[in-house]
């Protein structure tokens, strides 16, 4: 096999003869995407037409200038974004991405898939995200940290423990989060630990919250391959993405005894029929950042790591790497999208034909923001769970969600998306019922 050039993270989506249009599913505009999903969710729950209109925005949407002095003593002026998309449910809840390509409709996509996630895993939680656009890796630490504090304080009076409560995203991290919280208490004049999620330990992050989204994919592909009655032990898996959700994921599915054939990143794939040795590719990227290079098996292209014959494939990168023009070609039993968005609209009908479990993102990779969820109560309690706790209550909440979401597909002979859609949908809807409407 060949090795290639990462895969195109915008899908140039050419129709495919024999595959309806889907004129309504925007392949290549990620809020149009997700609405599409909550259209067809909201027509099967019958959805009040009142609480249509107010799910359909974003609650606010913010950009704010970030002007910082570069370590040169010129000054550069950056874009942030911060979108709620709705609080029905508790505080805002959703990550930060520094990225050169973030764009407001991103934003608004990944906010509004915040709002349907914290539903489905019934966490008290609304929807938030936001982004910067800037390229960290052309930003020295100090110019990094002052974009971080710049930002915090534009949007002093919008984040907070109760309203709304970032996490970390696309590059932005662990130390990231600490400099939003101390920027925030500094204001404040009080310690707000909980204003931000996946923080360091040592000032009120949680155990076992690095590993969580990983640990989620892991539950819920048991669980998945449980009920299709296939066995765990000796199942093939592939994972693309050898990042935090992927390689955490690759770990734990193989201390499950799946054999973990391939994994790739933004520099290549790795395919071995005997399995890889996770600890070891990890130590690779540890050495080398990226897995190109790395002997303990063959290169391919992320392209050909999706046509792998597989049991279970998942994807742990960056989204829309699913399409309509490669759906036909997966050849697996399970997808556990590890990533968001990583299946495009039109693609789902491709899979539902194929007859590939698919489990969605929104219940897939809830996993991180469950176990944010704990590190919130932890810091709001000011009593913190050891990491077994922290595991156990993750894999209860993870379970049941799977369980729920796959009653509302066999109770309406749904795929496990538009269940997951349906379940979240109504959830939030509900709550606007019981609130009312204020004016
Ligand atoms: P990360 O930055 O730690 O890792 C991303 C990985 O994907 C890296 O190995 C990178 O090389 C690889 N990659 C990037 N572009 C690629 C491409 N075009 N083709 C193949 N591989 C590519 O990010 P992460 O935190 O692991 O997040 C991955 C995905 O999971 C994102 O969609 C993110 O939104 C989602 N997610 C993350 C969390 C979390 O807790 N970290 C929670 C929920 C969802």
Redesign the pocket.
Known sequence: MTKNS????VASDVPVAGVAQEPNFGDDNPFEDMMARFDHAAELVSLDPGIYKVLRQPEKQIIVSIPIQLDTGDVEVFTGYRVIHNTSRGPGKG?I?FDPNVTIDEVKA?AAWMTW?CAVVNIPFGGAKGGVVCDPTKLSDAELERVTRRYTAALINVLGPESDIP?????TNERVMAWIMDTYAMHKQSASHGVVT?KPIEIGGSLG??E???RGCMIVTKEALKHLGLPVRGSRVAV?????????AAKLLGQEGLTVVAV????T?VYNENGIYIDEALQW?RENR??DGYPGGDAIS?EELLSLELDVLLP????N?ITRRNAAGINTKVICE?????TTAAADRILEDKGVFVIP?ILA?????TV?YFEWVQNRSGYFWDEKTVVDRLEAITVRSFADVLEVSKRHSVDMRTAAYMLSVERVAAVHRIRGMYA
């Open positions: 990462p895969v195109d993270t990550g991405r990944l996630k996490a970390p995203d696309v590059n996946g919250r690095r969580a989204t990983g693309q993405g050898f990042g935090n959700v992927g390689s955490v790739s990143d933004a520099s794939g990227v990226y897995l992320n742990a990168a960056v989204e790497v590890g990533a968001n968005g990583p993102d990779n809830a996993g991180g923001v944010s």
